[in-house]
């Protein structure tokens, strides 16, 4: 019957508009972008349409609103007297046949627009929003053109009624924010598409562009410098005891630094006998202030001619030194080797709570424990939060709550934070073992 194959074409057009909504709806714009620019057919389109979603709305609903009126005149009229007359011919009564046909054909109709005009085709969209859209768009295009001076009522009505609820009728503006970002990734893991280790290498990164570079250097107080008023004895004494490839040389001050010497080279001239020239053998090192973002750091140690940047504050004050290691283990964290007898930064006691070690970034406990730390903070690690929880130098077993999570000093190395036990507020926990103070080193 041709009345038939009107309804169920009317049930497919339905189903291509509920298609098209959820696709260019549920679309990644920057996805969308990408293919745009690989030279996918239909990819501009989607992406113009979603550049107007009230408009692209509006079309889609006047489209659904005349399928349904359609579809329901034509099932109700036509298909439904078409049913009543077979039933009646089987003996029913006029009045039930009626009754029963009608009844009977809405509810196909209804059932029949539910699943191949809504549920199949919304599904569909779901599993590849871009790549649906992309096919779309082009036929939604012309649908949108057509239907323009009723979408533009219609979202003329829509602003109207926002206007007079006091909100704003523009759309807010698109913006990926780092925190969409983290959870992408996390999600990326959960479905198996990216390793955890990948995760927290990801992590480590946005962590680091948050970073100044105070947050990653090596303090003032642990670094190892040669005084080139000294002696090359002295020198000599710094570069076996140090473990490091390259120092920075003063004269007579950490505050009046020349430059950064390599140890080899100072070690290879005392090995050929030779009494080398401090001063000469000092290489030029950048200077970069401690308020500079750890990414430009990073910019800067890669044109340099010595992997090292000698931080200073406002004052001029030496406050210590930065390598690309120090940047490395930002991401990937410290390695085997360069952690020596260093006990690690969080330690899961099996009571549940958490070890920490006063030099932890603050940023990575604050991921650990879901905490939401200032975005302007004068503090960089655990201890450096404690203190700003408590407002004052701390003894061993001061604590302070905060965010649901009790923060407990469990250990001092002299005046600095050494060890912190971190548990949720209430908990009954074992004592904590005692620790050796200056186990670990410590950040500014």
């Known amino acids: 019957m041709l009345e038939l194959a009107i309804v169920l074409v009317l049930i497919l057009l339905n189903g291509l508009f509920a298609l098209s909504e959820l696709a260019l709806v549920a ?10 620019e690989e030279g996918r057919p239909g990819a501009r389109a989607a992406l113009a349409l979603t ?24 099932s109700g009229a036509a298909l439904g007297g078409y049913l009543a007359a077979i039933l009646a011919g089987l003996g029913l009564p006029r009045g039930l046949a009626d009754l029963l046909g009608f009844g009977l054909v809405v509810l196909a109709v209804t059932y029949l627009s539910i699943v191949v005009g809504e549920l199949v085709p919304k599904r569909l969209a779901l599993r590849n929003a871009e790549r649906v859209a992309c096919l779309v768009a082009p036929v939604m295009t012309v649908v949108s053109r057509v239907a323009t001076p009723a979408a533009w009522l219609l979202d003329a009505s829509g602003d109207l009624i926002f206007r007079l609820f006091g909100h704003s009728a523009e759309e807010p503006e698109e913006r990926v924010t780092e925190e969409d970002v983290r959870q992408l990734v996390a999600e990326a893991e959960r479905s198996g598409a990216i390793e955890a280790v990948e995760r ?32 090359v004895e002295a020198a000599r004494e710094v570069a076996l005891r140090s473990p490091h490839s390259r120092l920075p040389v003063g004269d007579g001050s950490a505050d009046a630094l020349l430059g950064v010497i390599r140890s080899r080279d100072l070690l290879a001239a005392l090995l050929r006998g030779e009494q080398p020239d401090l001063r000469a053998l000092a290489q030029q090192a950048p200077a970069v202030p401690d308020t500079a973002d750890a990414l430009d750091v990073l910019a800067t140690l890669r044109e340099a001619a010595v992997p090292m940047a000698l931080v200073h504050d406002e004052y001029g004050n030496f406050e210590g030194v930065v390598t690309p290691t120090d940047l490395t283990e930002a991401i990937v964290g410290a390695f085997r080797a360069d952690l020596g007898e260093e006990e690690p930064k969080a330690v899961r006691r099996e009571d549940g709570s958490w070890l920490l070690a006063g030099w932890m970034p603050a940023d990575e406990m604050a991921e650990r424990f879901g905490l939401r730390l200032p975005e302007e903070r004068p503090y960089h690690t655990v201890a450096g939060f404690v203190l700003g929880a408590l407002g004052r130098l701390p003894q061993v077993g001061d604590a302070a709550v905060a965010q649901g999570w009790r923060f407990e000093v469990v250990d001092m190395d002299g005046r ?8 949720p507020a209430g908990a009954v926990l074992a004592p904590a073992a005692p620790h050796r103070a200056g186990s670990g080193p410590a950040r500014a």
Request: charged share 25%; aromatic share 4%.
């Open 27 to 36: 679309a990644r714009r920057p996805r969308l972008r990408a293919l745009a």
């Open 51 to 74: 550049d107007d979603p009230a408009r692209f709305l509006s079309t889609v609903q006047i489209g659904i609103t005349l399928v349904g009126i359609l579809a329901g005149a034509f």
């Open 200 to 231: 927290r290498m990801i992590a480590g990164v946005l962590r680091l562009g948050e970073r100044s570079v105070r947050a990653v250097m090596t303090p003032r107080g642990e670094v190892h410098w040669i005084d080139a008023t000294a002696g």
């Open 416 to 423: 600095r934070i050494d060890k912190v036990l971190v548990a």
